[in-house]
T-cell receptor, first 117, second 110 residues
Framework: EAQVTQNPRYLITVTGKKLTVTCSQNMNHEYMSWYRQDPGLGLRQIYYSMNVEVTDKGDVPEGYKVSRKEKRNFPLILESPSPNQTSLYFC????????????????FGEGSRLTVL | KNEVEQSPQNLTAQEGEFITINCSYSVGISALHWLQQHPGGGIVSLFMLSSGKKKHGRLIATINIQEKHSSLHITASHPRDSAVYICAVRSGGSNYKLTFGKGTLLTVNP
């Protein structure tokens, strides 16, 4: 079954304690991306990756790191989490470039709800 | 930076009604996504459009590149269509940065 898997799904942590949210996809997709979703602000892109060893910043990259050493994995790293990083996080992947026009849907993970105290 | 506006913010309909959700953006784009998010649930991609129109079941998405506008239509709406519908645009160029609208909360009553 085609899927994007995120772990952990729920996490409560404390300020400054480094954490990693993993994301793995089994569709051999080139493109992967991280988003955060906050009430009133909607979804915002944190980082994205067009392929292995190719990453770029989205709109809200501050306080986050990513790496893309393998095609299937794209972990999100919070080196020193702060309360303003409390949010719902989504990972997504898609084929890139699209095989034909008007194709190339995004596949999302189920989300990771992070609370930083 | 592309600004993405969705309307309406909230929409309540009776089962069977025809629904239209609109998305406007400020800067030329290379692609537009429509997403669906059920309460407490994950996000599902409905369409990816770069031109014209696409149909999937009771859902139809259209895009007018010149007018910088897209619409999502739901025919014969059903309570299970109740969800937040989100528009996201990819600006032109070689990157794949996405900008999202704030979403439209649709409630379909039986």
């Amino acid at each position: 079954e085609a899927q994007v898997t995120q772990n952990p799904r729920y996490l409560i942590t404390v300020t400054g304690k480094k954490l990693t949210v993993t994301c793995s996809q089994n569709m051999n997709h080139e493109y992967m991306s991280w988003y955060r979703q906050d009430p009133g602000l909607g979804l915002r892109q944190i980082y994205y990756s067009m392929n292995v060893e190719v990453t770029d910043k989205g709109d809200v990259p501050e306080g986050y790191k990513v790496s893309r050493k393998e095609k299937r994995n794209f972990p999100l790293i919070l080196e020193s989490p702060s309360p303003n990083q409390t949010s719902l996080y989504f990972c997504a992947s898609r084929i890139f470039p699209p095989l034909r026009a008007n194709t190339g849907e995004l596949f999302f993970g189920e989300g990771s709800r992070l609370t930083v105290l | 930076k592309n600004e993405v506006e969705q309307s309406p913010q909230n929409l309540t309909a009776q089962e069977g009604e025809f629904i239209t959700i609109n998305c406007s953006y400020s800067v030329g784009i290379s692609a537009l996504h429509w997403l669906q998010q059920h309460p407490g649930g994950g996000i599902v991609s409905l369409f990816m459009l770069s031109s014209g129109k696409k149909k999937h079941g009771r859902l139809i998405a259209t895009i007018n590149i010149q007018e910088k506008h897209s619409s999502l239509h739901i025919t014969a709406s059903h309570p299970r269509d109740s969800a937040v519908y989100i528009c996201a645009v990819r600006s032109g160029g070689s990157n794949y940065k996405l900008t999202f609208g704030k979403g439209t909360l649709l409630t379909v009553n039986p």
